[in-house]
């Protein structure tokens, strides 16, 4: 590490989007930056949460994190998760940092809510996460995660761009496999470019012919409701029902293009359990009064041969850090203040409380539909231009950023002897995980 004396030493949890946003910008004003990432690779969701399809968004965004990262005055810590490898509490009052910022991201899913459900977690049930997580990975002879088989027929339940990911990943899949018993071998990431259909047809075959059901997404508002573009900010009535009427054409040209079903207007209710397995999901109707899902009388049953819930992520708990349902309970949402921690700051989607990559308090505006369409892959040129996506994301984590240095400036600064104690414990823990301190070495060793 440095022998420079810096005026502060910041701690940032997580080096992903956010994170490595706030550890660059914090550097560039002088502040030495400690970086505690609980995976080998930085990336977050961007290398777990995109399906594998996303290439020039996620090589964009490694390129990112990478060079902020780098700088100097900026210490990587790999795998070294808070709550499992250390404590919140000795790191924020034992360490000496000048400030603590979370960055740790959204990675809880949202429980399926359904009395019991997750009694049949792996039995039926999946979540959107460890998924997509394992369709990132299933090529990967390291993988040690979970496992799971594309299979036709599933019921998602959702309404986000990520439930429409899910859905295409199955009909990518259970394409691909009913082609290659036909004995045609077809490039998963080039079907999702140019769509099931028109690879379909090149070989002479018709998606009536696979004898696929396909997946069906069930969502409880309608789809003019679902969030695949962002309502701007007092929207008149004019530019509201644009905005519906593109959200609908959106979710009509993935349906087309990947061959997955849509049931709108629908919660789910219950359970269909046989033989100790999630079967199926029983459905109440419901209608959209004054912007408000309300339940109606009608009921259904759909089965299907397992359930994926796919209806937005949540912070992980840190011991230590309190919550207020599903989120941290903040007392300055602003800067994502803790009320007993004086010296923590929060940035990203801990904050935003969204799971999703293009979570954005103060940019959403920019969030728009030939941006979504890109990320869906529906514009005309598939996903050129999607990489636009997240520069709100790191603009409001950049803001943040500078309005917790400013904060940190105030504080007195960091001491000699305080400072010479922290970097022997940040040098200790990069030797306990066998990072050497080069970052690129590291990742160029990790195969990226």
């Not at 290398?47 to 994190?65: M, S, T």
């Not at 100097?72 to 924020?92: A, E, M, Q, Y």
């Not at 054409?249 to 849509?262: D, G, I, P, S, V």
Request: proline share 5%; net charge negative.
């Amino acid at each position: 590490m440095t022998n420079t004396q810096p005026t502060h030493c910041v701690a940032v949890i997580g080096g992903a989007v956010a994170g490595a946003e706030v550890a660059g910008t914090l550097a560039d004003r002088g502040v030495e930056v400690v970086v505690f990432e609980q995976n080998p690779r930085p990336y977050g969701k961007i290398e777990d949460g995109l399906p594998r399809w996303h290439v020039a968004l996620r090589n964009k965004e490694y390129a990112a994190i990478g060079a902020h990262l780098s700088k100097p005055g900026v210490h990587f810590v790999p795998n070294t998760k808070i709550s499992r490898d250390l404590s919140f509490d000795g790191l924020v009052g034992e360490w000496g940092f000048s400030g603590v910022v979370l960055a740790c991201g959204a990675w809880r899913d949202r429980p399926l809510p359904v009395e019991g459900a997750d009694e049949y977690l792996d039995k039926g049930l999946i979540y959107q996460n460890p998924f997509i997580i394992w369709f990132n990975h299933a090529n990967d002879p390291n993988y040690d995660g979970p496992v799971f088989e594309p299979r036709d027929g599933a019921i998602v339940v959702g309404g986000g761009l990520a439930s429409i990911d899910v859905a295409k990943a199955l009909m990518l899949e259970t394409t691909r496999a009913k082609m290659a018993e036909r004995g045609i071998d077809v490039d998963l990431v080039e079907m999702e470019v140019k769509g099931i259909p028109k690879i379909l047809e090149r070989h002479g075959v018709a998606f009536e012919d696979l004898g696929l059901e396909g997946c069906t997404l069930f969502y409880r508002r309608s789809a003019s409701d679902m969030p695949l573009m962002e309502m701007p900010e007092g929207a008149d009535e004019r530019r509201t029902e644009k905005v519906r009427e593109g959200r609908k054409r959106m979710l009509a040209k993935a349906m087309e293009k990947y061959r997955f079903h849509f049931e709108p207007l629908c919660m789910p209710e219950g359970l269909i359990v046989e033989d100790g397995r999630l079967a199926g999901l029983s459905f109440r109707r419901t209608a959209i009064e004054n912007g408000r899902v309300v339940p109606q009388d009608e009921t259904f049953e759909r089965r299907g041969c397992y359930v994926i819930s796919s209806i937005g992520s949540t912070p992980e708990a840190i011991e230590g850090v309190p919550m207020k349902g599903e989120l941290f309970e903040f007392s300055d949402w602003n800067l994502g203040r803790l009320a007993d921690y004086p010296t923590v700051f929060s940035a990203g989607n801990v904050v935003t409380g969204k799971g999703n990559i293009v979570a954005s308090r103060k940019h959403a505006r920019e969030i728009t539909r030939t941006l979504a369409e890109a990320f869906l892959g529906l514009g005309d040129g598939s996903h050129a231009g999607e990489e636009k996506l997240l520069d709100a994301a790191r603009a409001d984590a950049r803001e943040r950023a500078e309005a917790i240095a400013a904060d940190i400036e105030q504080q007195p600064p960091i001491d000699a002897k305080t400072l010479a104690a922290l970097r022997e414990k940040v040098s200790l823990r990069q030797g306990q995980v066998g990072y050497d301190g080069d970052y690129a070495r590291w990742i160029e060793k990790l195969g990226l």
